[in-house]
């Protein structure tokens, strides 16, 4: 009988045991997988196998460089994305999207001192690639110069102008959605100012408000989701409206006898800053984005307008990968 019994424990201990292992193991690999970089299907690589893509950098194959090359700057930019992504949430995220961009920074460092003068090119041709990246914005304007106000891009030197709206009406006021993918703007193209989206490249123009008022200044969410603006239906003055992206579920936040405009959102998205001048003239208040605790912030006789809030920017990444001094 004590046989059994001491058989039965020691199963027992067996079986525990080797739970807690694989618990463990689990554990390890978890940590291991949180330090290391994201893959560019949003998984997670080994530093393993990108010490490994180092080392290809200086392979005798051409193809094998080349897709190295291409796979380290996909990582690379895979994590400034994130990052950018990360911006609006708790502290611990962002430091940790921070961290595995300077960790992946450190190795193309390490790599760019290598002698192997194959490896030093291509791992500097990355960093300087990845260094650009943070940096590199597009303006989207407003053009009279043919005819009509059309919406054009450029790049942030003023080059590479093109036309993004072919038709007779009037595109005015556009705005970037926080990826950069898609652009809202206004246009009288169908009679009255209403709100639009397009690709930014131009394509896939979208109407997303049918009334017979006027909407206008469109502005999104910085979580992409949801577009801020401002409306003259039903009221003698304006009033400012959220909705959607597709333009469904919209809703007044503002309602006052006079008029309210020009909204901005707070970087974390959980406030919204417009003019209003429901106390006689015009002045700076702000809301938490359902329209509640509406509060006055400037207070003199002269208007107060047309409210900006400040980005939250990442300069450090960019420092991360600044071009490294020559031998």
């Known amino acids: 009988m004590m046989k059994r019994i001491l058989i039965v424990l020691c199963a027992s201990a067996v079986i525990i045991g080797g739970c807690q292992t694989k618990e463990l193991k689990n554990q390890r690999t978890e940590e291991q997988n949180s330090a290391s970089p994201a893959s560019p299907a949003g998984g997670r690589i080994p530093n393993s196998a990108i010490e490994e893509l180092i080392v290809q950098l200086g392979d005798d194959d051409w193809e094998t460089r080349e897709k190295a090359q291409k796979e380290l700057t996909a990582i690379g930019e895979q994590l400034i994305q994130e990052c950018r992504q990360n911006r609006f949430t708790a502290e611990t995220q962002r430091s940790q999207s921070k961290d595995k961009i300077k960790q992946f920074a450190d190795v193309l460092q390490k790599a760019w001192w290598d002698k192997e003068p194959e490896i030093k090119m291509r791992a500097n041709n990355i960093r300087q690639h990845l260094y650009s990246l943070p940096q ?147 002045e700076v208040y702000v809301m938490d984005a359902d329209g509640k605790n509406q509060i006055r912030l400037t207070e003199n006789s002269a208007n107060d307008s047309q409210p900006a809030w400040s980005p939250i920017l990442f300069p450090e990444i960019a420092e991360m990968f600044a071009p490294l001094e020559k031998e």
């Open 136 to 282: 590199l914005t597009k303006i989207a304007f407003v053009s009279w110069r043919d005819g009509n106000p059309n919406i054009y891009v450029m790049d942030s030197d003023g080059k590479n102008q093109t036309r993004l709206t072919e038709n007779n009406g009037n595109n005015i006021s556009p705005a970037w959605s926080p990826d950069g993918k898609k652009i809202a703007f206004v246009s009288n193209r169908s009679g009255n100012y209403q709100i639009y989206v397009m690709d930014s490249d131009g394509k896939n123009q979208t109407r997303l408000i049918e009334t017979n008022a006027y909407d206008g200044r469109p502005k999104w969410s910085p979580n992409g989701k949801k577009i801020v603006f401002t409306s003259g239906r039903g009221t003698p003055g304006d009033e400012i409206y959220l909705m959607d992206t597709d333009g469904g579920n919209q809703i007044r936040l503002t309602l006052t006898k006079w008029g309210d405009s020009e909204p901005d959102w707070s970087p974390d998205g959980k406030k919204i800053v417009f003019m209003s001048n429901q106390d006689g003239n015009y």
